[in-house]
């Protein structure tokens, strides 16, 4: 643990390297709402399983603001020596910064490891002043990534309401587009399969017939019911995926998935793929009282339009029977277009201590937004909804 002491009376930001360091009820009491992602317990997990921590390249950073002994903000740091696990991609900068002779690495981020899943990075107490405790903490973190040699700071995936406040004070804004599903007060899959147009209707519904035809049977567990033979079944899915994909076996391990049964039970839902009576596929989400999180999916053998059925169909099924209002299933995929997935703006913020390079990337961004507001609109145009007369 460190200690940063500021000129304003009474308040203090700490720096500490484990969460556990924090109690927990404090953490979560800042945090706006049930974002399963923000939650103490999951970044225990995440360091307990060792999944995060100095052989990762993870090593945690948790700044938290004190009024007196009070805890009245915090934001999930990390001290980063690679660009693996984050999913906004900088290869780029760091290239141009080894072409000048300059180190990179380490920097500092503020994020969810392995999570692309927007949602609030700066956790403050409502009873004290909003403004006060976030220029403690981006201070802090300006601050601690000057201490550690940083090249610069990062948050990723804030909501777009708190960009503003990273914005105001000297982060670059950078966007990016995801495809999320959003639920229309839809009653049933028909419901909404009726406001797509008639071609999309029918490729789903002819997606969706083929898992019957393969005998293929889909069952959904939910916290509890998720049993420890479940998230072994489940890891090995993720882990062949992976080796498959990537030729490496994953950023979690089995110890993360079979912890985080236990700790956040609450928040997970798990769709399970069985061939005469075998596992055969299995796709994991993350839920909040108004959104459910696609995350991780995997498989042993490759079935017609499995993927397509486990992490979207079923997901959207979901939604509807439990009125969710809105489906994130993570980060690109223009397949998701015409499945009924639409385009949204995500966002990051930068801040490099290196004026020229910040001044040139800046540049750059502002000549980015404009490609990433006409992809935007491009890919609106190619939503498979019905336009009404």
Avoid at 67 to 86: I, N, R
Avoid at 158 to 176: I, N, Q, V
Wanted: glycine share 6%; hydrophobic share 35%.
């Amino acid at each position: 643990m460190s200690k940063q002491q500021n000129d304003t009376d009474e308040l203090t930001c700490h720096v500490f390297s484990t969460i556990t360091a924090i109690a927990e009820n404090e953490w979560n009491a800042l945090l706006p709402d049930d974002y399963p992602f923000a939650r103490h317990a999951f970044f225990a997990t995440l360091e307990q399983s060792e999944v995060i921590g100095r052989k990762s390249g993870w090593l945690p950073q948790y700044l938290a603001v004190y009024h007196q002994d009070e805890l009245v903000g915090a934001m999930p740091c990390f001290l980063k020596t690679h660009p693996y696990g984050e999913y906004v991609f900088d290869w780029s900068w760091a290239e141009a910064y080894e072409d000048a002779g300059i180190e990179y690495y380490p920097k500092l981020i503020c994020a969810i490891p392995f999570t692309p899943a927007s949602g609030e990075r700066l956790f403050v107490s409502k009873m004290h002043d909003q403004r006060t405790v976030i220029t403690y903490l981006l201070g802090g973190m300006r601050s601690l990534a000057d201490q550690l040699g940083c090249s610069g700071t990062h948050i990723l995936f804030p909501t777009k309401t708190s960009l503003s406040s990273m914005t105001h004070r000297g982060y670059l804004e950078r966007r990016a587009v995801q495809f999320h599903w959003f639920n229309r007060d839809y009653k049933t899959f028909d419901d909404f399969l009726a406001t797509l147009t008639s071609r999309r209707r029918k490729n789903i519904r002819k997606e969706r017939k083929s898992i019957v035809a393969q005998d293929i049977n889909i069952q959904i567990r939910e916290g509890s019911d998720i049993c420890p033979s479940d998230w072994q079944t489940f890891y090995r899915f993720y882990q062949r995926t992976y080796l498959k994909r990537s030729g490496h076996s994953g950023y979690l391990n089995q110890d993360f998935f079979e912890q985080l049964g236990a700790s956040l039970s609450d928040s997970l839902v798990l769709t399970l793929a069985f061939v005469d009576e075998e596992p055969v596929a299995g796709a994991l989400y993350f839920k909040s009282s108004d959104t459910l999180y696609g995350r991780y999916w995997g498989c042993l053998a490759e079935y017609e339009n499995l993927h397509f059925e486990l992490c979207y169909y079923q997901g959207i099924a979901y939604c509807i029977q439990h009125g969710l209002q809105r489906f994130d299933a993570g980060a690109q995929g223009e397949h998701k277009l015409m499945r009924g997935f639409e385009p949204i703006l995500t966002y990051s913020a930068h801040y490099l201590e290196h004026q020229g390079f910040h001044q040139a990337i800046g540049d750059y961004l502002q000549r980015e937004h404009g490609l990433i507001q006409q992809y935007l609109e491009d890919a609106k145009a190619h939503l498979p909804y019905r336009v009404e007369s």
